[in-house]
């Protein structure tokens, strides 16, 4: 996930982050240790003004944005507490729970509604 750095803020934003990677050896869904790839998700939505990420495994990353939109992310499910709460979601945690760090599957896209589970 590289990109140019611009400015004074961009290069912050970069060291935050590379502080993030040092620090911060689980995963912030499901809580498993980061394997060799890391995802980092938006808890709330890049297109909804959002700017703090969190490392993911790419698995874990595929199911918060199969199973919940953009604007619920935004408007319920931006704290990981709130969105493992969600039936859909405690359900892949149990799934995923014993599965190696770098374990990945193709991940189906959930019928999901507009309204929290």
């Known amino acids: ?3 140019r750095v611009k400015g004074k803020a961009g290069l912050a934003e970069a060291e935050a982050r590379a502080a993030r990677v040092v620090s911060n050896d689980r995963c912030a869904l499901c809580g498993r240790p980061l394997g060799q790839r890391t995802e980092w ?3 709330i ?3 909804r ?3 703090e990420t969190f490392p993911v495994h790419p ?3 595929r199911a ?3 199973h919940v939109s953009n604007r619920d992310l935004a408007a319920s499910f931006a704290d990981f507490d709130a969105l493992r709460a969600r039936d859909d979601i405690a359900a892949f945690l149990r799934w995923i729970a014993d599965k190696a ?3 990945y599957t193709p991940t189906r896209r959930a019928r999901r509604s507009e309204t929290p589970v």
Request: net charge neutral; glycine share 20%.
């Open 41 to 43: 998700h938006h808890a």
């Open 49 to 51: 003004g959002g700017t």
């Open 64 to 66: 918060i944005h199969a």
């Open 1 to 3: 996930m590289g990109g």
């Open 101 to 103: 760090p770098d374990f």
């Open 59 to 61: 698995i874990c990353h």
């Open 45 to 47: 939505p890049k297109s």
